[in-house]
């Protein structure tokens, strides 16, 4: 069983910031690339950023400059810092974590369950 658990979102004023978690927790072998997405009421998923398993990140346009994404592999754990924070920018935060339960499982995607980011203007 694997779980993916975010935390760390909130209400929050324009221009403020917030730090989400997204926690792997049960029988993990490795976690390779994660995502974060965030979907907005009425709108379609959009991708967020990517931080793979060595550490390399990209980030959507509308992102850069403001997100940083980060990882800790011992604890399992990645991280979206979110700076400079707009109202369009208030959506439900999901991580998406590409994860290998055994040395020789297949990788597969598991998602978590989202924490609302709401930024009044």
């Known amino acids: 069983q694997v779980q993916l658990v975010e935390s760390g979102g909130g209400p929050v004023q324009a221009g403020g910031s917030l730090r989400l978690s997204c926690a792997a927790s049960g029988t993990i072998f490795s976690l390779s690339d994660t995502s974060w997405y965030r979907q907005a009421p009425g709108k379609q998923r959009e991708w967020v950023a990517l931080?793979?398993?060595?550490?390399?990140?990209s980030y959507a346009n509308s992102m850069k400059g403001r997100f940083t994404i980060s990882r800790d592999n011992a604890k399992n754990t990645v991280y979206l810092q979110m700076n400079s924070l707009k109202p369009e920018d208030t959506a439900v935060y999901y991580c998406?974590?590409?994860?290998?339960?055994?040395?020789?499982?297949?990788?597969?995607?598991?998602w978590g369950q989202g924490t609302q980011v709401t930024v009044s203007s």
């Open positions: 931080v793979t398993k060595g550490g390399s990140t």
């Open positions: 998406a974590a590409k994860l290998r339960t055994s040395q020789w499982g297949s990788l597969s995607t598991y």
